[in-house]
Each structure stands twice: as structure tokens, then as C-alpha cells.
């Protein structure tokens, strides 16, 4: 079945079942490879995407409920990777193996997209669902604050 998706701005048709995960579609039939499998049960946040702005995990998140929508992935956050979430990240140095990382960012870009000066306690409530295996949290936290003030 060919659905038509609109990912980082540009029209996609993929001929995949309608309950096939949008991370598969957009890892494998579209070819953006910076959307990370982790987990596949939504749990990790490797896989966070942003649908109609909102941060969403992809693993579970059929590809027939992304049609008519607005999806970004870490290549279309920023043409150039001068988004502020993505400035920070390198000024704080976040990354460690970097495995999280994809979805790490567009989660803050999501928070930061809804609260624009959050506090540590908003940072680790909006945070908590994507796991770094490497425990930079305290980095990720700074990044967050300083992506805050660059915006």
C-alpha cells in the first residue's frame, strides 16, 4: 500500500503496510538514517522524531498515523546543524558514544519548542523517557539550558 508522508519537508510516497513502525519506513524506504533503533517497544528515545512538531518515538508509531502530517528527523531539524539544541550539544560536549544522541536532541528541541526557559526538574520530567546508556544526563541537562539561551 502506498502511503504519502511529508518528512523534513519533502513529499515521500512508500509503498509499505500502514502498520509498518515509521522508523522502518524512514530508515529504510526513505533512507534517513539518523533515527536510531534502540529498543522497539518506545521505551529508549533513540528513536524520536518530531510529528507536527510534537517529539514522538517512531518504533511505535505506525506509518499510516504520520500520514497528512509534518515529520522531522534529525536531518531536517537543521539545514545546516546550527539548530540551538545542536549548538549546545557541541559547546557542553554531550555525546559520549553518541548512540541516543539523534533522539536526545530532538526531544530538547521538542521541549524547547513548547517551554522556552525550563527548569531542571521540567528538563528530567520531559527527558526521563529517553535513556542514555553512557549517563550523560548532567550534560544533557547543561545543553538543554544553554540551547535555551542561544534560541
Not at 513502525?21 to 524512514?26: A, F, G, R, S, T
Not at 520530567?125 to 542514555?132: F, G, I, L, Q
Request: hydrophobic share 40%.
Amino acid at each position: 500500500m502506498a502511503l504519502n508522508l511529508n518528512v523534513n519537508g519533502k513529499a515521500y510516497s512508500v509503498d509499505v503496510e500502514p502498520e509498518t513502525p515509521l522508523l522502518w519506513v524512514i530508515r529504510d524506504s526513505i533512507g534517513l538514517t539518523g533515527t536510531k533503533f534502540g529498543c522497539g517497544i518506545a521505551k529508549c528515545g533513540a528513536c524520536t522524531v518530531h510529528i507536527d512538531g510534537a517529539a514522538a518515538k517512531s518504533c511505535n508509531t505506525a506509518a499510516s498515523a504520520a500520514v497528512g502530517k509534518n515529520i522531522t528527523t534529525i536531518e531536517g531539524l537543521s539545514a545546516d546543524s546550527k539548530h540551538p539544541v545542536q549548538v549546545a550539544w557541541t559547546e557542553i560536549d554531550v555525546p559520549q558514544c553518541g548512540y541516543c544522541q539523534s533522539g536526545q536532541i530532538m526531544a530538547a528541541a521538542a521541549l524547547l519548542s513548547k517551554n522556552k526557559r525550563p527548569t531542571d526538574a521540567d528538563i528530567d520530567a520531559e527527558m526521563s523517557d529517553n535513556v542514555c546508556r553512557c549517563g550523560t544526563y548532567q550534560r544533557i541537562r547543561q545543553a538543554i539550558h544553554r540551547a535555551s539561551e542561544l534560541a
